[in-house]
């Protein structure tokens, strides 16, 4: 009879923890077989994005398989109805819970899961591989608290009024908003970073801007984390970041973050002539923001005058 383990999780999303305890059960009960189940309960990102994840995960790995049981809500269901379609395979399941059924091939046995989905989902991305970080990048899974996470709490506030005017001024301009809202939570998030990590990402990746103010740099550092430790891979959005102090870039999403940023309301100013230009015509609210930005930026020695100017 084939031997199989068998971990039933929700897989919000699937992490080193469920793949620990795999090698384990693989190990000491010498198994060829480890099998993954999704089920429902409490789920964050909905059934087909865990169960998308679990495959990226798991699709390196022989003999690790995923079971689509997408109408299973909970642990009981999926062990009865595997049980019965699956009559030749001994499963060995760990953590034998209340509720669980006595059924004929499966024996439960007590392993320890040690889930890290809790810290994924707040931007904890090391128990996470690149392919299951660049889908949740790519489908903007858990993006508020990602975002938002390594945040003090006025920014976050700060990141989420950003996001809900980029996605304002997208929609006014027939923009795809989702995208704008994302790079609007995404923009700020190397912004409280050490400062020994900022000063590695700009030595490495933007040597010749170290001389720009230090208050600029999270735009350039914020890309590359995005980038680099996140695996986003939207040009768009990246560039909008990487952009979003000095407006140097005029890429239509671009153009919305710079002035996104400048304008939410929880800034504290009336701000509501710049937001109607830039819904009505966003070049010219760009424009009309960069004046205003500049004038701001050589006032407080941000921004130095060209030599000779
Ligand atoms: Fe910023
Ligand atoms: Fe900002």
Same mark, same amino acid.
């Given at each position: 009879?084939?031997?199989?383990?068998?971990?039933?999780?929700?897989?919000?999303?699937?992490? *080193?923890?469920?793949?620990?305890?795999?090698?384990?059960?693989?190990?000491?009960?010498?198994?060829?077989?480890?099998?993954?189940?999704?089920?429902?309960?409490?789920?964050?990102?909905?059934?087909?994005? !865990?169960?998308?994840?679990?495959?990226?995960?798991?699709?390196? !790995?022989?003999?690790?398989?995923?079971?689509?049981? $997408?109408?299973?809500?909970?642990?009981?269901?999926?062990?009865?109805?595997?049980?019965?379609?699956?009559?030749?395979? $001994?499963?060995?399941?760990?953590?034998?819970?209340?509720?669980?059924?006595?059924?004929?091939?499966?024996?439960?046995?007590?392993? *320890?899961?040690?889930?890290?989905?809790?810290?994924?989902?707040?931007?904890?991305?090391?128990?996470?591989?690149?392919?299951?970080?660049?889908?949740?990048? *790519?489908?903007?899974?858990?993006?508020?608290?990602?975002?938002? *996470?390594?945040?003090?709490?006025?920014?976050?506030?700060?990141?989420?009024?950003? $996001?809900?005017?980029?996605?304002?001024?997208?929609?006014?301009?027939?923009?795809?908003?989702?995208?704008?809202?994302?790079?609007?939570?995404?923009?700020?998030?190397?912004?409280?970073?050490?400062?020994?990590?900022?000063?590695?990402?700009?030595?490495?990746?933007?040597?010749? !801007?170290?001389?720009?103010?230090?208050?600029?740099?999270?735009?350039?550092?914020?890309?590359?984390?995005?980038? !680099?430790?996140?695996?986003?891979?939207?040009?768009?959005?990246?560039?909008?970041?990487?952009?979003?102090?000095?407006?140097?870039?005029?890429?239509?999403?671009?153009?919305?973050?710079?002035?996104?940023?400048?304008?939410?309301?929880?800034?504290?100013?009336?701000?509501?002539?710049?937001?109607?230009?830039?819904?009505?015509?966003?070049?010219?609210?760009?424009?009309?923001?960069?004046?205003?930005?500049?004038?701001?930026?050589?006032?407080?020695?941000?921004?130095?005058?060209?030599?000779?100017?």
């Amino acid at each position: 009879m084939k031997r199989a383990g068998l971990i039933i999780s929700t897989f919000d999303p699937v992490n *080193e923890g469920h793949l620990q305890l795999a090698r384990v059960l693989k190990e000491k009960y010498g198994l060829s077989e480890v099998w993954f189940a999704a089920v429902d309960e409490d789920c964050e990102a909905d059934f087909s994005n !865990r169960y998308i994840m679990l495959k990226r995960a798991l699709s390196p !790995r022989r003999g690790w398989r995923t079971v689509n049981y $997408a109408n299973c809500r909970d642990r009981k269901s999926v062990l009865e109805k595997l049980s019965s379609a699956h009559r030749s395979v $001994a499963f060995i399941c760990p953590g034998h819970q209340t509720g669980d059924p006595e059924l004929g091939n499966v024996t439960y046995v007590t392993e *320890e899961l040690n889930d890290q989905a809790a810290q994924v989902r707040k931007g904890d991305f090391r128990w996470i591989g690149k392919p299951v970080r660049r889908y949740i990048m *790519e489908k903007g899974l858990y993006a508020d608290s990602i975002a938002t *996470e390594p945040l003090k709490p006025h920014r976050q506030l700060h990141v989420r009024s950003v $996001a809900r005017l980029s996605a304002e001024i997208a929609r006014r301009n027939h923009l795809d908003e989702r995208k704008a809202w994302l790079a609007g939570l995404y923009h700020d998030i190397a912004k409280d970073l050490d400062d020994e990590t900022s000063l590695m990402y700009m030595k490495l990746y933007y040597p010749n !801007r170290l001389k720009e103010n230090r208050a600029v740099w999270h735009q350039f550092v914020a890309r590359r984390l995005l980038e !680099r430790y996140y695996r986003m891979t939207d040009e768009e959005i990246l560039k909008a970041v990487e952009n979003h102090c000095l407006g140097e870039d005029e890429a239509p999403l671009s153009m919305i973050i710079y002035c996104a940023d400048k304008l939410e309301p929880l800034r504290g100013y009336d701000s509501s002539r710049e937001i109607e230009l830039c819904c009505r015509d966003l070049k010219k609210g760009f424009q009309e923001v960069h004046r205003q930005q500049d004038a701001y930026l050589l006032k407080t020695g941000v921004k130095k005058l060209p030599a000779g100017s």
